[in-house]
Structures are given as C-alpha cells and as structure tokens.
Nanobody, 123 residues
Framework: QVQLLESGGGSVQAGGSLRLSCTAS???????MGWFRQAPGKEREFAAA????????IYADSVKGRFTISRDNAKNTVFLQMNSLKPEDTALYYC?????????????????WGQGTQVTVSS
C-alpha cells in the first residue's frame, strides 16, 4: 500500500474550475486510481477512475463532461480537473488506489485512501 496526499481543494463560485492533485509516497505502478467524494450528511460516492496505462477512464454521470481524470506515472500523481463546478459538487474529495482495474466504481476495491481535500462551490 502507498500513502496518498490530496491537494488543490478550495472555494470557488459556480461555473469555476479547480484542479485536484493526488501524490503517492511510493510507486503507483500497475495501480488504478480513483476519485471519490463525500458531501455532508451523504454517503461517499464515486466520481472518476483511471487505469494504470491511462487509456481507460470512467466517470460518474453527475460529473461526466465536466471533470477529467489524468495521471503522471513518472511523478506518481493523479489529477482531477473540475470545470463548470456546481454547488452540488461541494464535498470532501478523496483519491484512492486499486491494485486491480476491476469494479472501479466500488470503493471496496481500493486499498489505500488519502485524507481528502475540501471543495466548496458557492452559488
């Protein structure tokens, strides 16, 4: 398992953009990576995931077309570019690593999680 550290959260007005980063303490070789989020009073939900190669990405319907996940394997870093932000995107955003690229929408398949970075979108 690796340790993950998210950054890049903040407060932004609706329609704005933020870029989240997730940096690992070690190699992310062969790990798929995901971003999840949890709003106050709600369960954690899947946002986006990317395979080790970066060839395959998947998104929740709620963020498709607005968010883009990417990775830089040489820097052991994963990104989440968030555009056209909405107040309903307000949440604590977590990155996570998965040893196998299966059922990436399910948080149970991830073995390491970061502490999260807060994103607040005001109307």
């Amino acid at each position: 398992q690796v340790q993950l550290l998210e950054s890049g959260g903040g407060s932004v007005q609706a329609g704005g953009s933020l870029r989240l980063s997730c940096t690992a303490s070690g190699s992310l070789r062969f790990y798929a990576m995901g971003w999840f989020r949890q709003a106050p009073g709600k369960e954690r939900e899947f946002a986006a995931a990317i395979t080790w190669s970066g060839i395959t990405t998947i998104y929740a319907d709620s963020v498709k077309g607005r968010f883009t996940i990417s990775r830089d394997n040489a820097k052991n870093t994963v990104f989440l570019q968030m555009n056209s932000l909405k107040p309903e995107d307000t949440a604590l955003y977590y990155c996570a690593s998965a040893p196998r690229a299966t059922w990436l929408r399910d948080g149970k398949n991830y073995d390491s999680w970061g502490q999260g970075t807060q994103v607040t979108v005001s109307s």
